[in-house]
């Protein structure tokens, strides 16, 4: 049934619910010496390039290959459209590694036509935290689909990151692979009540009109929570704080040092915004937020290209109930012209969606680490991981 993914470190479905097997590396990791040092072979039309993403004439190569040729949902309807800023900002956190953001181009043209890329991440299972790589942005030609390229990139990626000693990926996908670590759902808060009608991202409810409809998804014009605040470079050590200290209460979730941090949740125009709740005595920060956007082109629509959605990234809740938070994040999301605010049911996310109007979509995300075995399926409240 997976020819390839049969072959690798992954949990297997035959082994689901076997408690004999221990947790942690399902292989243990070999001398470097003994790591393949030649890429491996693509097929003879092809070649292996490393794509500079701090290069504007290779990321614009990136984006344009992502832009016409990444994920679409189950209709096609509507197709991711990462922005550059957003590639590049993705693509080298602290740490990073050039040549795991692997393009492949036709040997003629020089064009490209499939990506991979692995960054380093550190993440915490149960009481151990293992030095990881997030695997992200597969994406193959679709003129050169079904021809087993993608299990080469994987291969190839899988490769490098080994180079570096690292033994373990978390990734995450919409298809159903030997074996997730959980299912999430996505849910989707409109914003945009007549534009999301209007290019089919969602339906007129039954008994509906589109004023009662626009009326329902109506928000209040300003936040409610006192001394919410854009996140400054000056919060950074106290954000790592909180954050590091909050995500101790899932089973698998990211360590963020203070760099990491200011790389991922200081606000960057059109890529990411952290909000902070600083108490008005005492100056501290208590609680923040934070989403990224990520638009969708349109296919086929008349009247409209692009839906611009923003979808929650990590938070922090301790004075402020995330309810409030939340609502705060909606208000912020509908101010910018977001149409739509997405979140998945991880972290404590799941009692709140229902009362903010959110509602369940037609995707699913399926999260999985590479060489590392757990005993159970988690619930996606036991996570505390976001993936771009
Ligand atoms: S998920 C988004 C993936 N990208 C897209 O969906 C874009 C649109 N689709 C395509 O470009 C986020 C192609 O359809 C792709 C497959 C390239 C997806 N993950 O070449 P073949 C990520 O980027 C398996 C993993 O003929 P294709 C996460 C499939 O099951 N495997 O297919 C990426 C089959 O294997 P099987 C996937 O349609 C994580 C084989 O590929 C997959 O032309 C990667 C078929 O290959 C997916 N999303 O190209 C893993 N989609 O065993 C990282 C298909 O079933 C692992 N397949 O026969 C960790 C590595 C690092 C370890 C370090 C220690
Ligand atoms: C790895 N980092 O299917 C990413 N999106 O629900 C790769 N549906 O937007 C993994 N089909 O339900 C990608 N509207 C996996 C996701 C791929 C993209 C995808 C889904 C997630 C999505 C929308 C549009 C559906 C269009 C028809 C959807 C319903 C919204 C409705 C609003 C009102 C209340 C009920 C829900």
């Given at each position: 049934?997976?020819k390839f993914w049969e072959t690798q470190p992954v949990g297997q479905?035959?082994?689901?619910?076997?408690?004999?097997?221990?947790?942690?590396?399902?292989?243990?990791?070999?001398?470097?010496?003994?790591?393949?040092?030649?890429?491996?072979?693509?097929?003879?039309?092809?070649?292996?390039?490393?794509?500079?993403?701090?290069?504007?004439?290779?990321?614009?190569?990136?984006?344009?290959?992502?832009?016409?040729?990444?994920?679409?949902?189950?209709?096609?309807?509507?197709?991711?459209?990462?922005?550059?800023?957003?590639?590049?900002?993705?693509?080298?956190?602290?740490?990073?590694?050039?040549?795991?953001?692997?393009?492949?181009?036709?040997?003629?043209?020089?064009?490209?036509?499939?990506?991979?890329?692995?960054?380093?991440?550190?993440?915490?299972?149960?009481?151990?935290?293992?030095?990881?790589?997030?695997?992200?942005?597969?994406?193959?030609?679709?003129?050169?689909?079904?021809?087993?390229?993608?299990?080469?990139?994987?291969?190839?990626?899988?490769?490098?990151?080994?180079?570096?000693?690292?033994?373990?990926?978390?990734?995450?996908?919409?298809?159903?692979?030997?074996?997730?670590?959980?299912?999430?759902?996505?849910?989707?808060?409109?914003?945009?009540?007549?534009?999301?009608?209007?290019?089919?991202?969602?339906?007129?409810?039954?008994?509906?009109?589109?004023?009662?409809?626009?009326?329902?998804?109506?928000?209040?014009?300003?936040?409610?929570?006192?001394?919410?605040?854009?996140?400054?470079?000056?919060?950074?050590?106290?954000?790592?704080?909180?954050?590091?200290?909050?995500?101790?209460?899932?089973?698998?979730?990211?360590?963020?040092?203070?760099?990491?941090?200011?790389?991922?949740?200081?606000?960057?125009?059109?890529?990411?915004?952290?909000?902070?709740?600083?108490?008005?005595?005492?100056?501290?920060?208590?609680?923040?937020?934070?989403?990224?956007?990520?638009?969708?082109?349109?296919?086929?629509?008349?009247?409209?290209?692009?839906?611009?959605?923003?979808?929650?990234?990590?938070?922090?809740?301790?004075?402020?109930?995330?309810?409030?938070?939340?609502?705060?994040?909606?208000?912020?999301?509908?101010?910018?012209?977001?149409?739509?605010?997405?979140?998945?049911?991880?972290?404590?996310?799941?009692?709140?969606?229902?009362?903010?109007?959110f509602g369940p979509g037609d995707g699913q995300l399926y999260y999985?680490?590479?060489?590392?075995?757990?005993?159970?399926?988690?619930?996606?409240?036991?996570?505390?991981?976001?993936?771009?």
């Amino acid at each position: 049934q997976h020819k390839f993914w049969e072959t690798q470190p992954v949990g297997q479905f035959k082994d689901l619910g076997n408690s004999t097997l221990p947790e942690g590396p399902i292989e243990q990791p070999t001398p470097l010496s003994e790591v393949k040092q030649e890429p491996y072979n693509l097929p003879n039309l092809y070649e292996w390039t490393v794509c500079d993403m701090k290069s504007d004439e290779v990321c614009n190569e990136v984006y344009i290959l992502l832009t016409n040729n990444y994920v679409e949902d189950d209709d096609n309807l509507f197709r991711f459209n990462y922005s550059k800023e957003f590639l590049r900002w993705g693509l080298t956190p602290p740490g990073y590694f050039q040549n795991w953001h692997i393009g492949v181009r036709v040997k003629s043209s020089k064009k490209l036509v499939a990506f991979i890329t692995g960054i380093p991440v550190k993440i915490r299972v149960r009481n151990e935290v293992v030095q990881m790589a997030e695997v992200n942005f597969l994406c193959v030609h679709k003129k050169l689909r079904s021809k087993r390229l993608a299990p080469v990139m994987i291969k190839e990626v899988t490769r490098r990151i080994h180079l570096e000693n690292i033994w373990q990926a978390a990734y995450t996908a919409g298809v159903f692979l030997p074996t997730p670590v959980t299912t999430c759902q996505y849910w989707h808060r409109t914003l945009n009540p007549k534009k999301l009608i209007d290019v089919g991202f969602s339906r007129l409810g039954e008994r509906m009109t589109m004023s009662r409809t626009i009326k329902l998804y109506k928000l209040p014009n300003s936040t409610s929570t006192r001394g919410l605040r854009k996140m400054e470079l000056r919060d950074v050590p106290q954000v790592t704080r909180l954050l590091r200290n909050y995500l101790n209460r899932f089973i698998v979730a990211p360590t963020f040092d203070e760099d990491e941090v200011e790389h991922w949740l200081l606000p960057q125009e059109n890529v990411v915004d952290s909000y902070v709740v600083e108490c008005e005595e005492t100056r501290e920060i208590t609680d923040f937020f934070s989403f990224y956007t990520l638009p969708s082109t349109i296919l086929n629509n008349q009247n409209h290209s692009t839906l611009k959605a923003a979808y929650s990234f990590y938070y922090v809740t301790n004075r402020v109930q995330l309810m409030q938070l939340m609502q705060d994040a909606l208000i912020i999301a509908k101010r910018d012209d977001f149409d739509v605010f997405n979140a998945l049911d991880v972290m404590e996310n799941e009692p709140i969606l229902k009362d903010l109007k959110f509602g369940p979509g037609d995707g699913q995300l399926y999260y999985y680490l590479y060489n590392y075995r757990l005993n159970n399926v988690l619930k996606p409240s036991e996570l505390g991981l976001v993936l771009l």
